[in-house]
């Protein structure tokens, strides 16, 4: 008898370790997969089972969540969603999440490891702490000077603080709120796909996801590869340059807009925007050097990140001359998007370093105590000291004496350049206005703030865009309010006088960015 008790201990004994190796496999082994698995929806239930932390904007969460008394249970919301939505993207049940509600979801959700004294605790009990918040760098006063400056046209505006790379504005228009995605219901659905069906593309990222030529913009980088090159020594010299100017190669000219650019001074030159003179510096330069160039600045950076994903902007390293000279004026195939063109005037503003730009300040639990920070870092050294001072000269000229004076501030001194990009078959679709700047305030060390608008649909006769009648008062508007200089209201909206001082109203339009400048004939801005 003791031996069949012994036996059946033993059956036993078998049987349990049995159970606990396969408890062992399911937990461990196949946990993850499991978890993956879309039958699934103990995630989902635990995801949606407690409130989502906060993304914070000036010390105020921009970010809620509301209980619904579902199975999942709270859906998130947003305040002024369509002001931050190029920001927070959005987090739906249904369609997953985008933005800082993608790249931070371990720190709103509660997964994240950081958020935990016992990390490793909560792997084996599943627990999950509260949501964290996400504290940006946006300064609410300068991404609503931006916001309201666009209105209802199409485009963006990027704002960095030099020293630093923190991002201080960062706006798409048009927009949409973030919180009609929110929930499980049909009117998810359907307003999932009246937003992706809209012409005007309002979940389009404008400010690091669309890329436009620069145009006359792009002149700060010729200019800096002229100068650090020694192709310019002096910028008050005779640049040698013809009006008309005919593209190597081809029996096709390229002409100004404005009067004087026939063997302008660099200095005259940048604050009139003579394309000829610029797509000749930039045949001197050579392919070779202006490629560096534009990279130093952060062309064709495939990595950057803010912490979402920027589209690389656009410097071609194989072109013939003809190709070279209309991308050193910004066209051909040489694009950037409003974030690039942003941190291009913060090199010219911050001595000719290149910072790292940056969306999250620092991560914090749901205690208050900070569990992650991020501090500024240097990308790259995109021109000498020497160089970056010459050049913050040369845009306080375009504003005090040249096409930018719509962005000029009493009590500040502000650099800037105008940029009137066309594009489309045949030069016909509607010019796009750029304007980049700077501003530091006569009272301070150095400058504040460093910004980039693009307005695609000005609203303009074609003949009278510029970026100094439409996007320059909008970049006003910014630095202002990122001074502290606004009032309240102000007139970024109203677009300004078309042109800037001496009535130049078409400043800077160049050629067709689909050309290759071998046909005969004669490219004549618009």
């Known amino acids: 008898m003791t031996k069949y008790i012994r036996r059946a201990a033993a059956l036993c004994a078998v049987l349990l370790v049995a159970l606990l190796v396969n408890a062992a496999r399911v937990q461990v082994v196949r946990g993850g997969a499991y978890d993956d698995n879309p039958a699934n929806r103990r995630q989902s239930i635990a995801r949606y089972g407690q409130p989502r932390g906060d993304i914070l904007v000036g010390g105020r969460p921009v ?89 209802r046209r199409r485009g963006a505006v990027a704002a960095i603080q030099p020293s630093t790379g923190r991002i201080l504005a960062l706006v798409s228009t048009p927009s949409y709120d973030p919180g009609l995605l929110s929930g499980t219901g049909t009117a998810v659905t359907d307003a999932w796909r009246r937003l992706n069906a809209a012409p005007d593309k309002p979940m389009l990222n404008r400010a690091i996801r669309q890329t436009y030529p620069p145009g006359s913009t792009f002149k700060v980088v010729t200019a800096a590869a002229a100068l650090e090159t020694g192709v310019v020594t002096d910028v008050d010299d005779s640049t040698d340059s013809p009006d008309p100017y005919t593209l190597p190669g081809s029996t096709t000219w390229l002409t100004n807009e404005t009067e004087g650019c026939a063997d302008a001074s660099l200095r005259y030159a940048f604050e009139w925007s003579c394309n000829t003179v610029f797509a000749k510096l930039g045949v001197d330069v050579g392919l070779r050097d202006m490629t560096r160039t534009a990279a130093a600045f952060g062309f064709n950076d495939k990595k950057l990140r803010i912490p979402f994903l920027a589209a690389p902007s656009n410097f071609d390293t194989r072109l013939d001359r003809a190709q070279l000279a209309l991308s050193s004026i910004g066209q051909f195939d040489t694009r950037a998007t409003p974030l690039q063109m942003a941190m291009v005037s913060a090199a010219v503003a911050s001595g000719g370093t290149v910072k790292s730009p940056y969306l999250v300040e620092r991560r914090k639990g749901l205690d208050g105590m900070t569990v992650a920070r991020t501090g500024p870092r240097t990308l790259r050294q995109a021109m000498s000291p020497v160089t970056a001072a010459r050049m913050r000269r040369l845009m306080t000229d375009v504003v005090t004496d040249g096409t930018g004076a719509n962005a000029a501030i009493p009590g500040a001194t502000v650099g800037g350049k105008t940029g009137t990009a066309q594009h489309g078959i045949d030069n016909l679709g509607l010019p796009y206005a ?56 102000g007139d970024a909206g109203g677009g300004g006088d078309a042109g800037g001082a001496g009535g130049n109203g078409n400043e800077d339009g160049s050629d067709n960015g689909s050309g290759d400048g071998r046909h005969g004939g004669r490219f004549r801005p618009e």
């Open 434 to 489: 750029w304007f980049i700047s700077w501003a530091q305030a006569d009272d301070s060390l150095q400058p504040a703030v460093a910004v980039a608008v693009v307005v695609e649909d000005a609203a303009a006769d074609r003949g009278d865009i510029s970026g100094g009648g439409d996007a320059a008062p909008i970049a006003r508007s910014v630095m202002e309010a990122v001074l502290g200089f606004r009032d309240g209201g």
């Open 63 to 151: 970010t809620g969540s509301r209980d619904t008394g579902e199975q999942l249970r709270y859906e998130r919301t947003y305040t002024d969603g369509p002001l931050y939505a190029p920001v927070t993207g959005f987090a739906s049940q249904v369609y997953g999440r985008t933005s800082l509600e993608s790249t931070e979801d371990g720190i709103l959700s509660g997964t994240d490891p950081m958020l935990s004294p016992l990390p490793l605790w909560n792997d084996v009990t599943r627990a999950r702490n509260p949501g964290g918040q996400v504290v940006t760098t946006l300064d609410p006063a300068a991404q609503r000077a931006a916001y309201e400056g666009l209105g």
